[in-house]
């Protein structure tokens, strides 16, 4: 079946440091992979989206690359900011009728330090 | 346009009890997908429903679990003579369906068995 990893946690780095979140899936077909984050007593908000091969997900300041050849979804961003600390989730998505659930991996709670 | 609302936030039961929670999607949105999440673990698929179908509930626990989604009102997740272990953050999303496929999440349940 579809699984996703991510690199295991927590990570802390300082304010403007840059970050990596490394994400890996195996799934049958071509999913949909999601980055979403989750702030403290929140629920998930979706940061970026890919819906296929070499599509690159942006927004606020992070990026990942849709790579079908490493089967990966790594999250990036340049500089982060103490307001970036919270649980962040790689998901994937599969297509066609009853596959839309979201396959999640085990979240990497990240900590930014002033 | 209001998110996902999800009722109540936090929810109280003792061995035994019976609890519901409620899910109300975004307007316009007729999917619903229920996730259940464990201290410190990634979110894991629950089940799948479209107004008053069952589309998949194969990450559901064959017993004591059940959900609905009426066609007027909430979806609902109602699980039947709760133990310690159903202890755990729900979390309910809603989609437009295909071929979108974001899910947008509410706040979340949390449930404590005593």
């Known amino acids: 079946g579809n699984s996703v990893t991510q690199m295991e946690g927590p990570v802390t780095l300082s304010e403007e440091a840059f970050l990596t979140i490394n994400c890996t899936y195996t799934?049958?077909?071509?999913?949909?992979l999601f980055w979403y984050v989750q702030y403290p007593g929140e629920g998930l908000q979706l940061l970026l989206k890919?819906?296929?091969?070499?599509d690159k997900g942006s927004n606020k300041g992070f990026e990942a690359t849709y790579r079908k050849e490493t089967t990966s979804f790594h999250l990036e961003k340049g500089s982060v900011q103490v307001s970036d600390s919270a649980v962040y989730f790689c998901?994937?998505?599969?297509?066609?009728?009853?596959?839309?659930?979201?396959?999640f991996g085990q979240g990497t709670r990240l900590t930014i330090n002033p | 346009n209001a998110g996902v609302m999800q009722n109540p936030r936090h929810l109280v039961r003792r061995r035994g009890q019976e609890a519901r929670l409620r899910c109300s999607p975004m307007?316009?949105?007729?999917?619903v997908y229920w996730y259940r999440q464990l201290p410190e673990e990634g979110l894991k698929f629950m089940v799948y429903?479209?107004?008053?179908?069952?589309?998949?509930e194969s990450g559901m626990p064959k017993e004591r679990f059940s959900a609905e989604f009426p066609k007027e009102g909430p979806s609902i997740l109602r699980i039947q003579q709760v133990v310690r272990g159903d202890s755990a953050a729900y979390f309910c999303a809603s989609a437009t369906g295909p071929p979108e496929n974001i899910q947008y999440f509410g706040a979340g349940t949390r449930l404590s068995v005593l």
């Open positions: 799934a049958t077909g071509y999913p949909s």
């Open positions: 890919a819906t296929k091969a070499d």
């Open positions: 307007k316009g949105h007729s999917h």
């Open positions: 998901a994937l998505s599969g297509s066609g009728q009853g596959a839309q659930k979201l396959v």
């Open positions: 429903l479209q107004k008053e179908n069952i589309i998949d």
